[in-house]
C-alpha cells in the first residue's frame, strides 16, 4: 500500500508526520528516519483499529445518503 504522508518540523524541531487519508494518523520523531518508522507503526495500528470496528452489529447500522 501506498500512501503520501505530510511532514513538518515543530517549533521544537521535532519532524512531525501525517497521513491525510487517516484522520488522527500522526506521529514524530527527533530525525527525519525515526518519524518515518514511528507514522509506519502508526499506520499499522491504525489501521488495525480501524479493521476492528468494521466488525460491528450491522442490525444497529443506519444508512445515509449524501
Known amino acids: 500500500m501506498k500512501l503520501y504522508i505530510k511532514i513538518e518540523r515543530d517549533e521544537k524541531g521535532y519532524f512531525v508526520a501525517e497521513v491525510p487519508a487517516f484522520p488522527g494518523c500522526v506521529s514524530q520523531g527527533k530525525t527525519r528516519r525515526e ?25 444497529k447500522a443506519v444508512e445515509v445518503t449524501v
Open 35 to 59: 518519524v518515518l518508522e514511528n507514522i509506519k507503526e502508526a499506520i499499522e495500528g491504525w489501521l488495525e483499529v480501524m479493521e476492528h470496528k468494521a466488525h460491528f452489529n450491522r442490525t
